[in-house]
Antibody
Framework: EVQLVESGGGLVQPGGSLRLSCAAS????????MNWVRQAPGKGLEWLSY????????YYADSVKGRFTISRDNAKNSLYLQLHSLRTEDTAVYFC????????????WGQGTLVTVSS | DIQMTQSPSSLSASVGDRVTITCRAS??????LNWYHQKPGKAPKLLIY???TLQSGVPSRFSGSGSGTDFTLTISSLQPEDFATYYC?????????FGQGTKLEIK
């Protein structure tokens, strides 16, 4: 069974940093491209970042480019999102999701981890 | 960036109704259009990919159509478990983008 479990969320002050993790199991992690998506309270889904299976290709949404860094450790079956220079508007539930090859849809999602940016 | 616009933003319907949600892309995305629904406090769930392909395990009352810039999601006979928020997403370009969502509520 495919499982994605996010962790690392919490309360952080504006300007602070946080590292989110996504632990993958039930599939060959090193062969799948991965994504991060977030959802602010009461708002819609916002795509944030993509990393290819090898880690060599990375994309970001403009809203987080230069502040967030996506990475992966295929030996540990783990995906990461490093968050820097956090703003109150970064408060959201952060989801990791597995991308399927061919049509690039997100078939599997984690349950999400909540990041709250507040003083 | 590709803008995805859904309509309506909200919709009230009854069990058994036929419902259609539309999604328009700001430029052609071929058939790289996916539909998800999400219930409060839960992760999104994939319903349809490649504009019209039903994800495994999704009931056949859901269907999708369209190509290029205009797409539709149809639910042929609403069931109680279908009341949720629906999102389209294009996967043709980076950055990937979602529509703003359509909240489907019980009338």
């Amino acid at each position: 069974e495919v499982q994605l479990v996010e962790s690392g969320g919490g309360l952080v002050q504006p300007g602070g940093s946080l590292r989110l993790s996504c632990a993958a199991s039930g599939f060959t992690f090193r062969t799948y491209n991965m994504n991060w998506v977030r959802q602010a309270p009461g708002k819609g889904l916002e795509w944030l970042s993509y990393i290819s299976y090898s880690g060599t290709t990375i994309y970001y949404a403009d809203s987080v480019k230069g502040r967030f860094t996506i990475s992966r450790d295929n030996a540990k079956n783990s995906l990461y999102l490093q968050l820097h220079s956090l703003r109150t508007e970064d408060t959201a539930v952060y989801f990791c999701a597995r991308e399927e090859s061919g049509w690039y849809y997100l078939a599997y999602w984690g349950q999400g981890t909540l990041v709250t940016v507040s003083s | 960036d590709i803008q995805m616009t859904q309509s309506p933003s909200s919709l009230s319907a009854s069990v058994g109704d036929r419902v259609t949600i539309t999604c328009r892309a700001s430029q052609s995305i071929s058939n790289y259009l996916n539909w998800y629904h999400q219930k409060p406090g839960k992760a999104p769930k994939l319903l349809i990919y490649a504009a019209s392909t039903l994800q495994s395990g999704v009931p056949s009352r859901f269907s999708g159509s369209g190509s290029g810039t205009d797409f539709t999601l149809t639910i042929s006979s609403l069931q109680p478990e279908d009341f949720a928020t629906y999102y389209c997403q294009q996967s043709y370009y980076n950055p990937r983008t979602f529509g703003q969502g359509t909240k489907l509520e019980i009338k």
